[in-house]
C-alpha cells in the first residue's frame, strides 16, 4: 500500500529527501576508525562528533522508508552500509562492531572487567540502535 497525493505523502517525500541527503561514509567514519581502518569521510558533528551514534537510527529509518516507497536509492544506501559494517568487524579481527574508537578500546573492556560506571551507558544505547537497525532492513 502506497500513499495518494496529499499531506501524508508530502511529508514522506521531504522525509525521503532528507534521509538521501546523509552521506553514509559519514555516518560510518566512527566505526571505520575503531575497526582500525581509514575512515572515508569526516563525522557528522553534535551527536555524532564522538563516534557513529546514529547509524542504526538512519538504517531503521532507511528500512521503513524503503517499506513505505521502494525507493531504490534508499535501498542502495542500506546495503552500502551493511557492506561497510562487515568490513569493520573484520578490521579488528574479533568480531566486534564499534561506534567509536574509545568503545572498541576501553569501554568494552572496563564492561569485561567490572569497570563500568553506569553513568556512560551510551555504548549499550548505540549498540541496540545498530542492531535494530539491522533488525529492520529487508530480506
Known amino acids: 500500500?502506497?500513499?495518494?497525493?496529499?499531506?501524508?505523502?508530502?511529508?514522506?517525500?521531504?522525509?525521503?529527501?532528507y534521509l538521501l541527503q546523509l552521506e553514509p561514509d559519514r555516518?560510518?567514519?566512527?566505526?571505520?576508525?575503531?575497526?582500525?581502518?581509514?575512515p572515508k569521510a569526516p563525522l557528522y558533528g553534535g551527536w555524532e562528533a564522538r563516534g557513529s551514534g546514529i547509524v542504526g537510527h538512519y538504517l531503521?529509518?532507511?528500512a521503513w522508508?524503503?517499506?513505505?516507497?521502494?525507493?531504490?536509492?534508499?535501498?542502495?544506501?542500506?546495503?552500502?552500509i551493511v557492506a561497510e559494517m562487515a568490513e569493520c568487524q573484520?578490521?579488528?579481527?574479533?568480531?566486534?562492531?564499534?561506534?567509536?574508537p574509545w568503545e572498541a578500546d576501553h569501554w568494552y573492556a572496563d564492561l569485561g572487567q567490572g569497570r563500568l560506571r553506569l553513568s556512560n551507558v551510551v555504548p549499550w544505547y548505540v549498540g541496540h540502535?545498530?542492531?535494530a537497525g539491522l533488525r529492520a532492513m529487508p530480506g
Open 27 to 38: 555516518l560510518l567514519s566512527g566505526m571505520r576508525a575503531a575497526a582500525r581502518l581509514q
Open 90 to 100: 573484520n578490521g579488528r579481527n574479533e568480531g566486534g562492531l564499534y561506534a567509536s
Open 65 to 80: 522508508m524503503y517499506a513505505a516507497t521502494a525507493d531504490v536509492k534508499v535501498k542502495a544506501k542500506m546495503d552500502y
Open 60 to 62: 531503521s529509518a532507511c
Open 1 to 17: 500500500m502506497r500513499l495518494l497525493p496529499g499531506l501524508f505523502y508530502d511529508a514522506q517525500r521531504r522525509d525521503l529527501d
Open 129 to 131: 540502535k545498530t542492531l
